[in-house]
């Protein structure tokens, strides 16, 4: 499980939050990206919209720190800066490339992915990042799934729980990242491409919970501090057996995030959205809605938005009711 704030930890987060307005809160639920963007660019952004997070790409460790320390140093609040980081912190361009997850699974040495997990969390948090979308803990059981694939640990429960647990304990022990679990409910069945349609985790619930439900336990109880979900469905136990392509991704659905995730798995930490413009989001809400009902749903930070358009859009729906104002602060304690 998460390991409690500290009581000075925990004043600072009371104190910050309090300080905020709703405007405020809301800049703190959008993770922009933009690799093509200067610094200047990214200040510029800033006086529009208070962004509390961003995803960083594209740059040496050099740039990356020094970009850092000017968007902190104008920063409200300190900005949580992550990335994709499964092979390492490849997000950075100098950085120490580590095997696919994959190759980490066949070697099997749980000293390994700790150390490599250690060494993914001193490179990054030395160019000014905080937060590593990864490990990567789906199932390899479709051997065609695009997304898996290499990209996963392994196709065996047990194997996955033991690597990945020891990766996360090697990103986070030190202090110096936090890691994100994903896809939740777990990718790996479907043969198509969450880029493309909402795919479709099919196991009978019971078989779920056996499977995938059992590493997704064991990562929350291993103190993982964040989950991605996946414009993943999993119909069984939405109530969509009989008619699947119905059931929404687990991004767009309150029943799997609040549910299964926070009531019956216990997870109690930051739920981040996977990237928000793949099609297996964006084909099941209005492009204009998307962001509130994401945010509605139970997910606590909107990945790659629509920057200006999309926090003007949940200003409105703060406005005319559709978005609580004790939701908004929920997401930003967060």
Known sequence: ?????????????????????IPQCLGQLLCPSSPRSTTEEWLALMQRVPFGTISLRGASTAETRERMQRLQAAAKVPI?????????????????????????????????????????AAEARY??????????????????????????????????????TAMIEGLQGGGLLAASAKHFPGDGMDDRDQHLVTTINNLPFADWQATYGKVWRAIIDAGVMAVMPGHISLPDYQGFADRPIDALPATLDSKLLNGLLREELGFDGLIISDATGMIGMTTRVATNQRVVECIKAGCDVYLFPETIADYERLLDAVEDGRLSEERVREAARR
């Open 80 to 120: 949580l800066a992550g990335g994709d980081m499964e092979q390492g912190a490849n997000t950075l361009t100098d950085s120490t490339e580590f095997p696919r997850p994959m190759a980490v699974g066949a070697a099997n040495d749980v000293d390994l992915a700790h150390k490599l997990g250690q060494a993914t």
């Open 127 to 164: 160019a000014g990042m905080h937060w590593t979308f990864s490990p990567v803990i789906d199932l390899n059981y479709n051997f065609r799934n695009p997304i898996t694939n290499v990209r996963a640990i392994s196709d065996e429960p047990e194997r996955v729980i033991r690597i990945a």
């Open 1 to 21: 499980m998460l390991t409690p704030l500290t009581a000075t930890q925990q004043q600072w987060v009371d104190t910050t939050l309090a300080a905020l307005t």
